[in-house]
């Protein structure tokens, strides 16, 4: 479920300019802290290193 929720939160910081305690809160993830180690440990970036790499 985790995986599902990070996934969609990864989705979300590409497609839009959403703030990423925001995106994180819209997933049902505990706090931006936690959001943060879960997404780095799936994706091995933080949100926001994700969304600067993928931004175009």
Known sequence: ??????ES???A???TTDKVIDIDQ???ICD????TQHFRKR???TPK????R???
Do not use: C, K, P, V
């Not at 479920?1 to 990070?6: A, D, E």
């Open 54 to 56: 993928h931004q175009g």
């Open 26 to 28: 819209a997933h049902a």
């Open 43 to 45: 994706i091995d970036l």
């Open 1 to 6: 479920m985790l995986r599902i929720r990070i």
């Open 49 to 52: 290193q994700f969304r600067i």
């Open 32 to 35: 931006q802290s936690a959001f």
């Open 9 to 11: 939160a990864a989705e």
């Open 13 to 15: 910081l590409i497609q």
